[in-house]
């Protein structure tokens, strides 16, 4: 018997979302084991930059930024030596400093958004806590719910049940549900990360938390559509797919064209 989307198994879903569950749950684990596993005091309060790596060496090479000082007013960073002193993950185990690179290359680490356990401070802030949790939930979903649709859009759009989304297939707004569905996902991290930018607002480690779990739901969605959808497994047969409301893939005037 054919699932919905009239393919005989899901398999290869199945294994997309234990990957993206894996992954992230994996790290998200790691974040709260390595810091207690530890010795107190290991890493001490950080503060760098968001997608840069700061905390390899402790000093004079390319990797320090965030043990040089950053004192003044209104500059990004803190005198790292008034904050528990000097940090280069790169002097932890393997895979500690594994964890705490990935963190520093991808968060700001910014001490006074980010838990701290044993004595350390988290590799990463609370509200990458909330995405990287938020990306299991995604996974989850996909999971249990999504199946492979050929496109991306209407990969994303299976995790919803077609009998509610047949009126979007009628009117054709498949693009706007799917990644707009995503964008509205990721719309409380931007409105509460965005006020603090631009205000003198300043959000709560629990607001971080809790906003940056829809933002994950929806990481964990696209990047389990991305991979899923797949037209090969339909032989590169749109009239295969089946789509909620009988919609059908029919190939784009352009796509016709050139392939003329």
Known sequence: ???????????????????VIGLSLGYLLAAFIVPALLPTGSVPELSGRANSLDYVWEEHSWGDWG???????????????????????????????????FGDLNCHQKHERSFEINGNQMPVCTRDIGIFAGIVIGGIIFRRLGVNRWTVR?????????????????????????FGGIALLLLPTALDGGLQAITSYESTNLKRLITGSPMGI???????????ANPKQFDFDASKVILP?????????EASSEEE
């Open 218 to 228: 929806g990481i964990g969605l696209l990047f389990a559509g991305v991979f899923a």
């Open 1 to 19: 018997m054919s699932s919905k989307n009239g393919l005989p198994e899901r398999q290869r879903e199945i294994k997309i979302a234990n990957w």
């Open 154 to 178: 209407d990969t994303i759009i299976s995790v919803l049940p077609d009998e509610k989304v047949a009126p979007i297939y009628f009117n054709d707004r498949r693009f706007l549900l799917a």
């Open 245 to 253: 409301a009988n919609a059908k893939l029919v190939p784009s005037i």
């Open 67 to 101: 043990n040089e000082p950053h004192s003044e007013e209104g500059e990004m960073g803190h005198d790292q030596s008034q904050h528990g002193g000097k940090f280069a993950w790169s002097e932890l185990d393997l895979f500690s400093a594994f964890i705490y690179g």
